[in-house]
């Protein structure tokens, strides 16, 4: 495989209030160098620390995905990280004045469609071949605390297959897949974020 990197063509920008923190926030997305991958900079600390989006800096996935390097942190980043993949990017600079993503609307949605976001700043090819992670093997994983399970299973194409279950009649159990990235726009980007009543 070795198709191109992308980015953004021009900037755009959000104002929003963060879930958990209840603070306002702005934040721009911005074109970003090739092999930069997606990067918030928080533009409200001193010397504008920088913070990946790397796996390796998830401190928490409860009720949201929680990035920290250095003691700095980026709450509920998975709407945002979602949409950008989404929609086939690589490197984006995600310049943000306070700890927490605006949750918008609470979905993926708002990023790709509603303020044409993403689509409006355009995308644009770098002279840079992509780098894959290619699964050899099935690999799974459980987490001991609560149960989640992922498994990686060796595909020519990438895709995706989910499941929850809460243990209630409410929801039930829920399910969601798609066979290409491409799909991820009208099947997946307006799930939203909910909670239960008792959760409050």
């Given at each position: 495989?070795?198709?191109?990197?992308?980015?953004?063509?021009?900037?755009?920008?959000?104002?929003?209030?963060?879930?958990?923190?209840?603070?306002?926030?702005?934040?721009?997305?911005?074109?970003?160098?090739?092999?930069?991958?997606?990067?918030?900079?928080?533009?409200?600390?001193?010397?504008?620390?920088?913070?990946?989006?790397?796996?390796?800096?998830?401190?928490?996935?409860?009720?949201?995905?929680?990035?920290e390097k250095k003691g700095v942190k980026i709450h509920t980043t998975e709407h945002l990280l979602a949409a950008l993949t989404g929609m086939d990017l690589d490197n984006v600079l995600i310049e943000i004045n306070n700890s927490e993503v605006p949750i918008l609307d609470g979905s993926?949605?708002?990023?790709?469609?509603?303020?044409?976001?993403?689509?409006?700043?355009?995308?644009?090819?770098?002279?840079?071949?992509?780098?894959?992670?290619?699964?050899?093997?099935?690999?799974?994983?459980?987490?001991?605390?609560?149960?989640?399970?992922?498994?990686?299973?060796?595909?020519?194409e990438y895709q995706v297959t989910t499941m929850v279950d809460f243990g209630t009649k409410v929801l039930g159990t829920q399910n969601a897949s798609i066979k290409s990235m491409s799909e991820f726009k009208d099947e997946i980007a307006n799930a939203r974020t909910f909670s239960f009543l008792h959760e409050i």
């Open positions: 495989m070795s198709d191109k990197q992308k980015t953004l063509a021009s900037e755009y920008t959000f104002n929003g209030v963060g879930l958990h923190t209840g603070r306002e926030v702005t934040m721009t997305l911005k074109p970003a160098p090739v092999n930069t991958g997606f990067v918030f900079v928080r533009t409200d600390l001193e010397g504008n620390p920088h913070i990946e989006a790397d796996a390796n800096y998830v401190t928490s996935t409860e009720r949201g995905t929680t990035i993926s949605a708002i990023f790709i469609d509603k303020f044409e976001a993403v689509e409006k700043a355009g995308i644009e090819e770098q002279d840079e071949d992509r780098e894959y992670f290619v699964v050899k093997e099935i690999v799974t994983y459980t987490d001991p605390e609560t149960g989640s399970e992922i498994t990686a299973i060796p595909a020519d």
